[in-house]
């Protein structure tokens, strides 16, 4: 029987509930994708005949012995699966499981763990994508996402991955009765965190990430005991920071998540 949530538990002994991604988000995702793809290649195909028309290299390499070797069609006509699994495989690693499409969509790539997924197992999903598309139009894989209980095609199977739909988390709205200075001392920590962005490591932002995604489904004391460990070795990577600041663990994790999300809209 299909799931529509999935629930993992962390080392820490740590409970998340994900949302599966179904049929319908990961087909808009995937489209979304596909235009993407076939707007760049068109471009690139453009360009390349453009400069080959200007130099003359067309006309050479029709004449030329080179162009008889049943290998060169080949190449050129696999070049877009080529640039598909590139595509996925290298967004998919620079976003933490994400594509243009998938980001559009609220979708993101994890491991069957929970854990964020590394290159080896992009590329084996990414790859299979040839034998999920078969005979055409991904019918392969859409049986395997519509009848298997956690929606994985074959690549998902034999990469160890799921698609899951991500909560998209925004910063608590402020009470009418806020005083302007409470406002500006938050501007002026967000400031500051950006400027140290750079000193963290993908698993670190990664980290942030998730607690503050997920951190509505723990008690309260696991969540302030949670925020405190993931805070602790954070807190030497944004030098200047007061006794007063480092006494509320989570408030850090938001102005460090809210730098972050900021940093991405720039990108």
Not at 187 to 206: D, N
């Amino acid at each position: 029987m299909q799931q529509d949530h999935v629930t993992i538990e962390t080392p820490e002994h740590i409970q998340f509930s994900y949302e599966l991604a179904g049929l319908g988000s990961r087909f808009l995702a995937l489209f979304m994708d596909t235009l993407i793809q076939i707007t760049v290649l068109g471009l690139l195909w453009a360009l390349v005949a453009y400069l080959a028309s200007l130099t003359g290299v067309a006309e050479g390499f029709r004449d030329s012995e080179i162009a008889s070797i049943p290998l060169i069609p080949l190449i050129v006509l696999s070049s877009p699966v080529l640039f598909a699994i590139a595509y996925f495989t290298l967004f998919e690693l620079i976003w933490w499981g994400q594509t243009p499409g998938k980001r559009l969509g609220g979708l993101r790539v994890i491991k069957v763990g929970g854990q964020r997924v590394g290159f080896t197992e992009l590329a084996l999903r990414n790859i299979l994508r040839l034998i999920d598309f078969l005979p055409a139009l991904y019918t392969m894989g859409i049986l395997f996402v519509f009848f298997t209980s956690r929606c994985q095609r074959i690549g998902d199977l034999a990469a160890g991955t799921i698609v899951v739909k991500e909560r998209l988390w925004e910063l608590p709205a402020r009470p009418a009765s806020a005083a302007a200075t409470d406002l500006d001392i938050e501007e002026e920590l967000v400031r500051r965190a950006r400027a140290y962005m750079a000193a963290l490591t993908r698993e670190e932002i990664e980290a942030v990430r998730r607690f503050i995604q997920r951190r509505g489904e723990l008690s309260a004391p696991l969540r302030t005991r949670l925020a405190g460990d993931i805070a602790e070795p954070l807190y030497e990577k944004f030098p200047g920071l007061s006794d007063g600041e480092r006494t509320h663990p989570e408030l850090f994790l938001e102005v460090i998540y809210r730098a972050y999300l900021e940093q991405q809209q720039r990108m």
